[in-house]
């Protein structure tokens, strides 16, 4: 382990490991929704439904995709930059800072994950995650226009903390991979000390539900402790209503994308006056105006 730690890594090496990384998540997700369909269809549960939400989660990933090459020059410039001009320190990438950066982006992303639900615009674009009523690994490639780009401002810290911005970028990724194999109901519960600290399927599912005492909870990434800490906690107890409390009901892959900034439209039309208007676009979802 200590030998680990000390062991000096290139940016190729990092970009390289993340590739292989990535790759092995994605055949073991691919393999574990094909067990997922057959099992519903033993069950005889499998509908076509289910079949066109999953089309529709991987079409929704490939515009993301899309946006986010269109955007990824943009992305790792501004990490550069701001390494070049802000950091005051320049971090060796070895075990420790890898280690370092998986705590800390794991800590960025209970934020910005907070951060998107929580705020208008975020909402907008991270509601499509949320909005299908199934809940398998397809979910995890369902995402909405945005998705790519506000994770930028939560992890510029730890470029000024001196951390490579390559090894964020990997980072970022791993905690995103984690959070791919949460997507399923196909495993239980595990023991209590793993439940505890780490993100389970089992606490990722509260974060999927619709009912009233799961809805905002559980943020977190790689671990659970952050949403004990900071009292966003549910357990799971009663079964969960996956979904949004305002159903689309539609598995068209354009209104899937576009679903969130839809909804963020008709609040914004519907909310009198301009200062209303602007409170709908940052304030949380659930946010009403106050009535004459």
Known sequence: MMEFLNTPFTETEIYGLE?????????????????????????????????GDAIANFLTLVGMIGISLAIFSFYLGIFYLTADYL????L??????????LILADI?????????HRVGFGWATHAVHHSSPYFNISVAYRFGPLDSIIPIFF??????MGLNPILILFAEAMVQGYQTLLHTETIGKFPRPIEYLMNTPSHHRVHHGSNPQYLDKNYGGIFIIWDRMFGTFEEEKEKVVYGVTEPINS????VVFFCGFTWL?????????????????FLPPDWEPKKD
């Open 251 to 254: 598995v068209n892959p354009l």
């Open 87 to 90: 950091e005051v320190v320049q």
């Open 19 to 51: 590739i292989v990384i990535g790759d092995w998540i994605y055949v073991v997700s691919m393999l574990f929704l094909g067990f997922e369909l057959i099992k519903l269809f033993a069950r005889k549960a499998l509908s076509w439904n289910i079949i």
């Open 155 to 160: 992890h510029l810290p730890l470029v000024l």
């Open 108 to 116: 960025a992303y209970y934020w910005e994950h907070r951060f998107m």
């Open 265 to 281: 439209a008709k609040r914004m039309w519907n909310a009198p006056g301009l200062g209303n208007k602007i409170k709908a676009f």
């Open 92 to 101: 060796p990438i070895n075990g420790w800072t890898i280690l370092a950066a």
